[in-house]
């Protein structure tokens, strides 16, 4: 019964900054309807909207894979983008490679990946430099 | 604290869901950067901010705020409107700024959350 999911998949389109975020309001709207607490469904929704955000504004776009389980939810972002050359850099609180146009969106604080850590049990980073990036996390429900 | 009450102590008006003003909220926060409310807010109700597209209803509804102040007379287009009104978030926008909106709202009993006293 536990290795039963419902999985949902979502392109990820970055030619529109506004759709930014569309994969995870229906991520939301999905744990809500389950009957999720809101504390869990915050912290998926806030994981994968930094991931999603990251996605548009560093890579181009990607696909997100959201599995999720009667105790878990699984969440794989990949991306074709530049790939990230130094991870642990990139996890300073701080730290941003993110341009000026972004910033002005309110965006390229240097927070997402951090974040999306502290919002995850786990999180694992996999990332090729001029291949792309690939971000596994997972939230244990309470 | 009803929305209502927000609305009069900024002479702001409200642009979408104008049937949930009457909602009550005890707490609110302030920013630009949806990246620091992403990271540092909490439970806050309320989000004060001069940013002005659809992505601080995204974060907005991702933290589970239920109004956005927009200070500064900013004009929302009817995309981040619609985007709040299918959220259920009530949009207020004042004339006034930044810290003159907070300090108002903290005057007026309006807490920041963890620093409520």
Known sequence: ?142 | MKISEIAEILNAEALCCKDKLSDEVFSACASDMMSDVLAFVKDQAVLVTGLCNPQVVRTAEMMDIRCILLVRDKHPDATILALAESKGIVVLRSPHRMYIACGLLYNAGLCGGEHCV
């Open chain 1, 1 to 142: 019964m536990s290795d039963e999911c419902i999985r949902l998949e979502f392109k990820v389109d970055s030619e529109n900054f506004a759709s930014a975020g569309s994969a995870s309001e229906a991520v939301k709207t999905q744990l809500k309807l389950l009957g999720i607490n809101s504390h869990d469904v915050r912290r998926v929704a806030i994981a994968m909207y930094e991931g999603e955000i990251n996605m548009v504004i560093h890579a181009k776009g990607g696909t997100a894979v959201v599995e999720i389980y009667q105790n878990r939810v699984d969440i794989t972002l990949a991306d074709r983008g530049p790939g990230i050359a130094d991870i642990d850099l990139a996890m300073k609180e701080g730290y941003s490679t993110a341009p000026d146009n972004i910033r002005e969106l309110g965006f390229g604080a240097g927070m997402g990946l951090p974040n999306m850590k502290k919002n995850t049990d786990e999180m694992r980073i996999v990332s090729n430099p001029g291949v792309g990036t690939t971000i596994y996390m997972k939230v244990n429900l309470t």
